[in-house]
């Protein structure tokens, strides 16, 4: 069993749908949590950061991370056609010079 | 501006030819890594720096070697390229306290046959 598991998609949403992103994970030691989004022939780039339990809100982006089950979620309002691109998970279990976890990615598509 | 530069972006080459590919980053960060990015895998640790002439190995280093002579540059070195190691390889490098705040560079895309 990975470490931290997540549907590949692609998930294809019309413009303007809300967007459900999830990861599930093993470690229950894992306090931080991550979202990274990756277009196409690109690296990686920091989306959303959050420490242990609860909500954080970053204009149309919430992430959303539930210890007790083990589950991590970044929401998308009003999606856009420029939300296209695989979004990944990571988490650790410190700050500091701590290993990342990755999952591998939810491909998006969001339709004109 | 702030960026992690590799080079090159595409390569091709043979089993057991040598090659290098260049890591650098402008923005004064102790911590960088190098992963590979292979489908249904996701992103796996090859090596790691915390600081200058401090590296360390990651989930899959073997095949692999890193040096950190200057704070700025990580070269990821393959001795004798292997056709298992195709992959997608992203550098990345984050300030000292705050890994998980990784910077990544735009990928080499390497392709061995």
């Known amino acids: 069993q990975k470490e931290v598991e997540q549907d590949p998609g692609p998930l294809s949403v019309p413009e303007g749908a809300i967007v459900s992103l999830n990861c599930t994970y093993s470690n229950s030691a894992f306090q931080y949590f991550m979202w990274y989004r990756q277009y196409s022939r690109k690296g990686p780039e920091l989306l959303m950061y959050?420490?242990?339990?609860g909500n954080k809100e970053d204009g149309r982006f919430t992430a959303q991370v539930d210890k007790s089950s083990k589950y991590i979620s970044l929401f998308i309002r009003d999606s856009q056609p420029s939300d296209s691109a695989t979004y990944l998970c990571?988490?650790?279990?410190?700050?500091?010079?701590?290993?990342?976890?990755f999952g591998t990615g939810t491909r998006l598509l969001v339709s004109p | 501006e702030a960026q992690v530069t590799q080079n090159p972006r595409y390569l091709i080459t043979v089993t057991g030819k040598k090659l290098t590919v260049t890591c650098s980053q402008n923005?004064?960060?102790?911590?960088m890594s190098w992963y590979r990015q292979d489908p249904g895998l996701g992103l796996r640790q090859i090596y790691y720096?915390?600081?200058?002439?401090?590296?360390d190995k990651g989930d899959v280093p073997e095949g692999y070697k890193v040096s950190r002579k200057e704070k700025r540059n990580f070269p990821l070195i393959l001795e004798s390229p292997s056709p298992n190691q195709t992959s997608l390889y992203f550098c990345?490098?984050?300030?000292?306290?705050?890994?998980?705040?990784?910077?990544f560079g735009s990928g080499t895309q390497l392709s061995v046959l």
């Open positions: 959050t420490y242990s339990s």
């Open positions: 990571a988490m650790s279990l410190n700050t500091g010079f701590q290993k990342l976890v």
């Open positions: 720096s915390m600081n200058v002439e401090v590296t």
């Open positions: 923005m004064n960060h102790e911590y």
């Open positions: 990345a490098s984050s300030p000292r306290q705050t890994n998980e705040k990784l910077f």
